[in-house]
C-alpha cells in the first residue's frame, strides 16, 4: 500500500493488491512491532485494507539513508509522506507500549521529522502525491 495523501487528522491509502484508496485516521495509526522481545520502532503497521484484506506496513527511512536518487519520483514523494506520518505520530505519542519508558514518556529520537522547508518545496500544495498522467487517465477510462 502507499499513501498518497496525509492531512492532519488522517492518511489515505491505495491498497498495492487491489488498488482501493481508504481514508484512516491518524490516531488510528501507531508507531512499531513487536515480537517476543524485539521491537522495531522504524515500522507503522497499516489497517487491513477494507476490500481485498491486504496488510502492509509503512517502514520510516533509515538514519544513515543517503539522498534520494531520483528526487521529486513518486518513491522519494513517498519517502517523504512516510517519514512524516511516522514524526507526526511519536510526536502524538502513538506509539506501542514497549517503545515508551515506565513513565509512559516516548524518546523523541525514534522520529525522522521532514524540514517544514523540505515539505513546502516537494508539497507545494499540501501534503498529497497527485496521480501521474498516465495514472489519471486509465482511472477515467471505462470500466476501471
Not at 482501493?20 to 522481545?37: H, K, M
Not at 484484506?53 to 539513508?65: I, N, Y
Request: aromatic share 2%; charged share 30%; hydrophobic share 35%.
Amino acid at each position: 500500500m502507499s499513501i498518497r495523501e496525509v492531512t492532519d487528522t488522517d492518511v489515505v491509502q491505495q491498497c498495492g493488491h487491489c488498488g482501493a484508496s481508504t481514508r484512516v485516521q491518524i490516531d488510528a495509526l501507531e508507531v512499531g512491532v513487536a515480537r517476543d522481545d524485539q521491537t522495531d520502532a522504524s515500522v507503522v503497521p497499516l489497517p487491513a485494507c477494507p476490500t481485498c484484506r491486504s496488510t502492509e506496513f509503512l517502514l520510516r527511512s533509515p538514519e544513515d539513508e543517503p539522498p534520494h536518487p531520483a528526487p521529486g519520483s513518486f518513491g522519494h514523494l513517498h519517502r517523504l509522506l512516510v517519514d512524516e506520518v511516522h514524526a507526526a505520530l511519536v510526536k502524538r505519542k502513538k506509539v506501542i507500549p514497549l517503545l515508551k519508558d515506565k513513565q509512559g514518556r516516548v524518546d523523541p529520537k525514534l522520529a525522522k521529522p521532514v524540514a517544514a522547508e523540505e515539505l513546502a518545496r516537494w508539497f507545494p500544495r499540501g501534503l498529497k502525491i497527485e496521480p501521474r498522467v498516465a495514472e489519471a487517465v486509465r482511472a477515467k477510462e471505462p470500466g476501471q
